[in-house]
């Protein structure tokens, strides 16, 4: 009896920590007793004065479950990997939501980003490879010299932005042998324009495998 209250005690606790990564704020006790599956509101009740018992919650006046700073949003941040770069438009409808993966702000910060898979060799030379993880934050700042992911021709495209005459240009980092580039540059016009998705500021390699999303 001990062992089963043990793991919905624990159950109830990650469900607590994972609502805070999504929400940035508790669940109610109704909540909790409906998307854990908990018989009753009574063992929420037990659980939670439990876990405030072991340090892990606390409760602030108004009753509301309060996760420590260590425990919360504030230490990681949730990420969806929506699509794959150079492949179709990525949006967030649950069809395109390969999966969902938690990132350290302590090395990829506290803003909001979404993962995209990189298809091909083009950003090699900034360290971008085929199959790596494209940490891509929509709301980063955009300088000659950023690598970007753009939608240009149709599709995503990760390309290093510049600026040349005053117009935006879309570059690959790939050269050949003889030291011409292996791809051609993108420049919109008014019938081909460009936007920008976000900064791709990190990346996630893999090196004895490949992630099968």
Same mark, same amino acid.
């Given at each position: 009896?001990?062992?089963?209250?043990? $793991?919905?005690?624990?159950? =109830?606790? +990650? *469900?607590?920590?994972?609502?805070?990564?999504?929400?940035? @704020?508790? !669940?109610?006790?109704?909540?909790?007793?409906?998307?854990?599956?908990?018989?009753?509101?009574?063992?929420?009740?037990?659980?939670?004065?439990?876990?405030?018992?072991?340090?892990?919650?606390?409760?602030?006046?108004?009753?509301?479950?309060?996760?420590?700073?260590?425990?919360?949003?504030?230490?990681?941040?949730?990420?969806?990997?929506?699509? $794959?770069?150079?492949?179709? =438009?990525? +949006? *967030?409808?649950?069809?395109?939501?390969?999966?969902?993966? @938690?990132? !350290?702000?302590?090395?990829?910060?506290?803003?909001?980003?979404?993962?995209?898979?990189?298809?091909?060799?083009?950003?090699?030379?900034?360290?971008?490879?085929?199959?790596?993880?494209?940490?891509?934050?929509?709301?980063?700042?955009?300088?000659?010299?950023?690598?970007?992911?753009?939608?240009?021709?149709?599709?995503?495209?990760?390309?290093?932005?510049?600026?040349?005459?005053?117009?935006?240009?879309?570059?690959?980092?790939?050269?050949?042998?003889?030291?011409? !580039?292996?791809?051609?540059?993108?420049?919109?016009?008014?019938?081909?324009?460009?936007?920008?998705?976000?900064?791709?500021?990190?990346?996630?390699?893999?090196?004895?495998?490949?992630?099968?999303?």
């Amino acid at each position: 009896m001990r062992h089963d209250f043990e $793991t919905r005690k624990e159950k =109830i606790y +990650d *469900y607590i920590v994972d609502w805070h990564v999504d929400f940035g @704020r508790s !669940p109610s006790y109704r909540q909790i007793m409906k998307d854990t599956g908990t018989p009753s509101m009574q063992t929420v009740y037990a659980a939670v004065k439990a876990l405030k018992e072991d340090g892990r919650i606390d409760i602030d006046a108004q009753g509301r479950i309060v996760v420590p700073e260590s425990e919360d949003a504030g230490e990681e941040v949730k990420a969806r990997i929506i699509d $794959t770069a150079f492949c179709g =438009i990525p +949006d *967030y409808s649950d069809a395109n939501i390969r999966a969902s993966v @938690r990132l !350290p702000v302590s090395l990829f910060g506290s803003d909001e980003k979404f993962l995209m898979k990189a298809d091909g060799d083009s950003m090699v030379e900034r360290g971008i490879y085929d199959g790596d993880l494209l940490v891509v934050h929509p709301h980063g700042t955009v300088r000659p010299g950023a690598v970007v992911i753009v939608h240009i021709e149709g599709s995503y495209m990760c390309k290093e932005y510049c600026r040349e005459r005053g117009r935006e240009v879309y570059r690959s980092a790939n050269h050949l042998p003889d030291g011409s !580039p292996k791809y051609k540059d993108l420049v919109p016009d008014e019938w081909n324009p460009a936007e920008i998705l976000g900064t791709v500021d990190e990346t996630i390699h893999f090196v004895n495998r490949r992630l099968d999303i």
